[in-house]
């Protein structure tokens, strides 16, 4: 076998295990039953975390929102955005959704950047008003608790907690995230 045949081999093999571990990173997982019906125009609008399993994405993040909105080829316009008081300013995301399967089922697959995915399922959802909502990753690493307004009523994030407890998640991980005044953290005060 010449070098070229071996390298295009080797490029194939690596291709080819760069597909199978990408494609199980947006699936729900296992013991988890995502959301149905599920209606994404109810869905749509914002979104305001109230608690959430802390993930190098969002780490000291406060403020978070996140923005859904449909995009004329079917495909879901997501924008997440967090105060980070450290630096004194505002992180952003934008990205992709996509639906993993049927429409009516809340499980998608969300990109901030190509190729790379990861899951969304939504595993609890108010079903009559779309108020509040508990979301999955594509782990039990990754849990959020979602609110039309910042704050969600105890009594409602109590039951969402169970419930992800119920599911195995390490509820006793879970942060609260902050929506009252911002305050940073640097000596020199906030940037004009």
């Known amino acids: 076998m010449n070098k070229y045949a071996l390298s295009k081999s080797l490029c194939y093999f690596y291709y080819f295990l760069l597909v199978i571990l990408l494609g199980g990173c947006n699936q729900i997982p296992d013991g988890l039953e995502a959301v149905t019906p599920f209606d994404v125009q109810r869905y749509k609008g914002q979104w305001y975390e109230v608690m959430r399993l802390d993930n190098r994405f969002e780490r000291g993040l406060s403020h978070v929102t996140a ?72 782990s039990r690493n990754y849990l959020w608790i979602l609110s039309r307004e910042p704050v969600l009523a105890a009594g409602i994030r109590q039951k969402l907690i169970e419930e992800a407890r119920k599911l195995e998640f390490p509820v ?21």
């Open 67 to 138: 923005t859904y909105d449909l995009r004329n080829d079917g495909t879901i316009s997501v924008f997440n955005r967090g105060f980070n008081s450290a630096k004194c300013e505002w992180e952003e995301a934008r990205g992709v959704a996509v639906f993993r399967g049927k429409k009516t089922v809340g499980s998608l697959s969300v990109s901030f950047f190509w190729p790379f995915s990861a899951g969304y399922h939504v595993i609890a959802l108010d079903l009559k008003n779309y108020h509040f909502a508990l979301v999955s990753g594509s």
């Open 172 to 192: 006793s991980e879970l942060v609260m995230v902050e929506h009252g005044d911002r305050h940073c953290k640097s000596l020199s005060g906030p940037k004009a």
